[in-house]
Structures are given as structure tokens and as C-alpha cells.
């Protein structure tokens, strides 16, 4: 019998009645040789369940270094005959495909958990523990030196993963000085793993077998480096398993890249912030100054209307204050803001004159490209004796509401046009004199014009605002502010609403203590 492929014939006795030349050099099965203990024992099982069931069924296993399929088929005398097909190739490329589709299944998760947070802290956690779980015994994630230490997560497979600083060389190690600097990794065959330093293997983790080291390339910088380390006794890392721990550092070194630029940007931001949020008031030289802001946004900190308080240079002079609304709202208006703000304080010396201030910052703002326009609020307050002489300019704003002791509501008569867009912005200067327990309120338009009340469509209005602002009579200034804040938010709702600023100016019922000096909250005699 002539065949292309290796066959044995076998009967119901299980002895080989025939066996090609092919098949002698795969199982050294001799014609008229019992099958069991002559062939593996997986091929006898197969031909006794054969023999036992009288339905063929193939069976692929493993003869040396080879994988065969055994094909039976039944001989008209009941003889089986059993092919054998050289499988290895086919179950190669099959293993190679489940491990491709393996691999590729875990950097999608990897990485949809690495972009899940943007701390940076959190992606090397992360990193660590994936690579810890999927690729090693042990992996460390090391990011570029911090104050002379060397940041470094390190995770176990099935622990969690663990922070620590470092005050190392990374040179000790062959290749991670490189990875550290985003060069090309070195082949973990040079490294060899007898000499690793005991700061780079974890407490008991035993002696190593291999090390994988890796750069986290990042956004033009690099994000760090990741070692991957295995026991004595596993096998080494293949070439491929090299390669996927490099895709797998590529995704991570993006992650904690971007992670790290955001903290970097966030900070930055923070910090810029930090000039825009309006500031804290408190009683300068025997005046007292609140003030109060809400965004037009409640995630928003920064916004289109701003106030500030400058005490004066010289006990007994006058300290300026002013309460602006930018045209707009949100991040381009505070920018705006930002800059008006800047330019005042930048004019502080010719605060003695409103007219002046207005129209110096009238001319910047014209001259410049924003097209946002400003309205403004100035006032110039200095105690004198028991009273608070106020000096009250208006660019455009709502007219400043004085109130007195007894409730009784007046409007400020200064009037003026608005900042930034014609060549001159002209505005009068009125002086109002606060009596103990008077106290002056500057505010903006988002108060006036909220919508809400029953039906969330009707203005707030100067009518409730006036009648709100009497039943605050004899009040501290703080609690004026937080009167007011309360009232426009139950007024709005969830409605929609413009940014609402409030500052209140007024004079205390008793006499400043000199020796306080206005530099604190204050403390008053009877």
C-alpha cells in the first residue's frame, strides 16, 4: 500500500499489519508489533475507544517535537487504518492567532483603564499592576528623578501596588539610566539578571531569572522607564514577549505623559487663577468692606464680574474700591477682568481722581484688540471720626443704593458711560456721607436681571432689590453679602443666570481702635 502520508493499519487485535516507511520513522512501530507500549499512549487509548465505540473519531497530539492528527478509517475486514497529518505548523499559527487576539484584548482594556484618570500617581499604579498581573512576577514603574529621588511603583502579581522614593543610581542597572532618557531598550539577554543591585529587587521575591527593562516613552519628554522581572526558575523572556511589553510601555508612557502635562497645566492654571478670584475683604482704617460673588456657572470659579479693595498707603487717606462687570461671562471675560484689574491697581497713584482712572483704562481698552466692553463702580472711602465720608463714581453701572440705619433706601445720583468702547467715557463723582450703621452697596446687573420667581420668568428688579436691602438694616456688612447671595439664589433657581458681584461699604455703629490699624477684621469700642 503506497501513501503520501504516514499510515498504520491495525487490527482487531491491535497488532500493526502494516506500517509505511513514513510512519516508522515517526513512531518506530515494526509490522506485526502490539500497538500498546510500541506507539504513545494517547494513539492506543484512540484505537481501543475506536475499537470499543465502531465510530472514527480524530485525536491530534503531540510525538516529539511535532503535533500529528490521527484520522481513522475502518477497513472493510474491521481493520483500522490511522493517518497521521503533520499538524505542527496549523496549531502554531492557531496558538499564534489566540495569543495575538489575547494580547490584543488586554492593551484595549490597559488602555481604557490607563485613560480612565488623569492623576498621574494613578497611572503608574495602573501600569504597575497590569504589568505585575499580565506580563511578570514583579514589575516597577519608575518615573524621572524628582528632587534628587527617583519615584518608583512598585507591585507584586496579586498585591497592590506600592509608592516609594528612591535615592539610587539608576546606572547600576543596565539599560535603565537609557530608559530613563528615552533611549531604545536594551535586549534583556545582555542583562544579566545575578547582577541587578538588591534596591531593584523586591523583599523576598527570591533570586531573579530575567529582567525586561523598557522605556514609557512619553510627549516629547519621557514618561519614565518600566522593569519587568521574573523568578528563578520561569522562563525567560521570549523576544515576542519583549516586543508586547514595549507596546504595552508605549500606552502607558502616553497615559502618565498626559496625566502628567494635565497636573502640570492644572497647576498652572490654578496658579493663574489664584489672581483672578476675587479676594478677601476686611475693615481697612475703621471702614468696613464685604464683598460677595456667584459665577454664571456653579462648576465656574472665575468670571465677568470682579471687585477689589485697595487700603490706602497713608493712615487717614482715602482706600479705593472698585465692583466691575465684563461684557460676556466665563473664561474669555475673566481673562478681560484680569487685565482691567491689573491696569487699576497699575493706577493706583491717581486714585485721588475717578475721571482720570476711567479714562486712562478707557484709552487701553479702546487701543486694544478685545471687543469686549466693561462697566464700573468706583468708590474712595476714609473714616473721619465716627462718620465714613464715600466718594462714588459710576462708569456705566447700576447706581450704588445707600441704606440707613432706619431701612431707608437711596440711589447714588453718579452716573456715567461704559469703559472700552467709545474714544471717551465720561462719569461723575458723587459724595455720600455713612453714618454708624449706614452702609453703601455696590453690585451688578446679575442681581437686577436674574430671572426666576414663579414661573422662572420674571425679573428680580431694583424694587425687590431695595426692599430686600431695607430689611438688612443694621446688619454687619458680611451678613448684608450673605443676604443678598441667598436671596438671588432662591430667586433663580436652576435657571439660568448671569454673574452676580456684590460689595458693601459701610460704616461700623462704634469707633475703630487705632491701635488695631485696620489690618485685621477689627475689634471696636462701645
Same mark, same amino acid.
Given at each position: 500500500m503506497s501513501a503520501p502520508y504516514p499510515v498504520v493499519i491495525v487490527d482487531r487485535a491491535g497488532t500493526a499489519r502494516f506500517v509505511n516507511p513514513q510512519t516508522d520513522r515517526i513512531l518506530a512501530l515494526q509490522h506485526g508489533e502490539l500497538l500498546r507500549g510500541n506507539v504513545p499512549d494517547w494513539l492506543a487509548d484512540a484505537h481501543a475507544r475506536q475499537e470499543a465505540d465502531g465510530s472514527p473519531t480524530s485525536v491530534s497530539r503531540p510525538i516529539g517535537e511535532r503535533i500529528y492528527e490521527a484520522h481513522p478509517t475502518l477497513q472493510e475486514?474491521?481493520?483500522?487504518?490511522?493517518?497521521?497529518?503533520?499538524?505542527?505548523? @496549523?496549531?502554531?499559527?492557531?496558538?499564534?492567532?489566540?495569543?495575538?487576539?489575547? +494580547?490584543?484584548?488586554?492593551?484595549?482594556?490597559?488602555?481604557?483603564?490607563?485613560?480612565?484618570?488623569?492623576?498621574?500617581?494613578?497611572?503608574?499604579?495602573?501600569?504597575?499592576?497590569?504589568?505585575?498581573? @499580565?506580563?511578570?512576577?514583579?514589575?516597577?514603574?519608575?518615573?524621572? +528623578?524628582?528632587?534628587? +529621588?527617583?519615584?518608583?511603583?512598585?507591585?507584586?502579581?496579586?498585591?497592590?501596588?506600592? @509608592?516609594?522614593?528612591?535615592?539610587?543610581?539608576?546606572?547600576?542597572?543596565?539599560g535603565l539610566g537609557e530608559a530613563l532618557q528615552g533611549f531604545p531598550p536594551v535586549p534583556s539577554r545582555w542583562i544579566d539578571p545575578m547582577s541587578a543591585p538588591e534596591w531593584l529587587v523586591p523583599d523576598g521575591f527570591g533570586p531573579v531569572g530575567s529582567i525586561v527593562i523598557t522605556p514609557l516613552p512619553g510627549h516629547g519628554v519621557p514618561a519614565g522607564a518600566l522593569v519587568l522581572l521574573r523568578r528563578s526558575g520561569q522562563d525567560a523572556f521570549s523576544e515576542g514577549e519583549e516586543v508586547f511589553a514595549r507596546l504595552f510601555a508605549a500606552r502607558a508612557g502616553a497615559a502618565m505623559s498626559a496625566a502628567r502635562l494635565y497636573a502640570e497645566q492644572s497647576?498652572?492654571?490654578?496658579?493663574?487663577?489664584?489672581?483672578?478670584?476675587?479676594?478677601?475683604?476686611?475693615?481697612?482704617?475703621?471702614?468696613?468692606?464685604?464683598?460677595?460673588?456667584?459665577?454664571?456657572q456653579d462648576q465656574e470659579r472665575i468670571g465677568g464680574d470682579f471687585y477689589d479693595v485697595h487700603p490706602a498707603v497713608v493712615e487717614g487717606e482715602e482706600s479705593f474700591a472698585v465692583l466691575g462687570d465684563v461684557c460676556g461671562k466665563g473664561l474669555d471675560a475673566a481673562v478681560l477682568t484680569g487685565k482691567i484689574r491689573n491696569t487699576l491697581q497699575a493706577l493706583l497713584p491717581l486714585a485721588a481722581d475717578h475721571q482720570r482712572m476711567i479714562d486712562l483704562l478707557n484709552s487701553a481698552l479702546v487701543n486694544s484688540r478685545a471687543t469686549r466692553f466693561a462697566t464700573l463702580a468706583m468708590a474712595s472711602a476714609v473714616r473721619d471720626g465716627g462718620v465714613v465720608q464715600v466718594r462714588v463714581t459710576s462708569a456705566g453701572h447700576e447706581p450704588a443704593l445707600l441704606v440707613r440705619s432706619d431701612g431707608s433706601v437711596e440711589a447714588n445720583a453718579s452716573r456715567g458711560t461704559l469703559v472700552g468702547v467709545l474714544p471717551t467715557a465720561r462719569a461723575t463723582t458723587v459724595r455720600e456721607s455713612l453714618q454708624p450703621g449706614d452702609f453703601l452697596v455696590l453690585f451688578t446687573d446679575g442681581f437686577t436681571e436674574a430671572k426666576g420667581g414663579p414661573l422662572g420668568d420674571e425679573l428680580f428688579g431694583e424694587a425687590r432689590l431695595r426692599n430686600a436691602l431695607a430689611r438688612c438694616a443694621g446688619m454687619p456688612s458680611e451678613a448684608v453679602v450673605e443676604h443678598m447671595l441667598m436671596i438671588a439664589s432662591q430667586w433663580v433657581g436652576s435657571n439660568v443666570h448671569d454673574d452676580m458681584a456684590v460689595m458693601v461699604i459701610a460704616a461700623p455703629r462704634s469707633a475703630h481702635l487705632s491701635a488695631v490699624g485696620g489690618h485685621t477684621r477689627g475689634k471696636y469700642t462701645a
Open positions: 475486514d474491521g481493520a483500522v487504518a490511522w493517518w497521521l497529518v503533520d499538524d505542527t505548523d @496549523h496549531q502554531l499559527a492557531v496558538e499564534a492567532l489566540r495569543m495575538e487576539r489575547e +494580547r490584543t484584548r488586554f492593551l484595549t482594556e490597559a488602555s481604557n483603564a490607563l485613560l480612565a484618570s488623569l492623576n498621574l500617581e494613578r497611572c503608574m499604579d495602573v501600569t504597575a499592576q497590569l504589568a505585575a498581573e @499580565h506580563l511578570a512576577d514583579a514589575a516597577l514603574v519608575i518615573a524621572p +528623578r524628582t528632587r534628587h +529621588r527617583l519615584p518608583v511603583v512598585l507591585c507584586l502579581r496579586g498585591g497592590q501596588p506600592e @509608592h516609594l522614593a528612591w535615592d539610587v543610581d539608576p546606572e547600576e542597572v543596565p497647576s498652572i492654571a490654578q496658579t493663574l487663577m489664584q489672581d483672578l478670584l476675587p479676594p478677601l475683604l476686611r475693615t481697612v482704617g475703621g471702614v468696613e468692606f464685604a464683598g460677595g460673588y456667584r459665577t454664571a
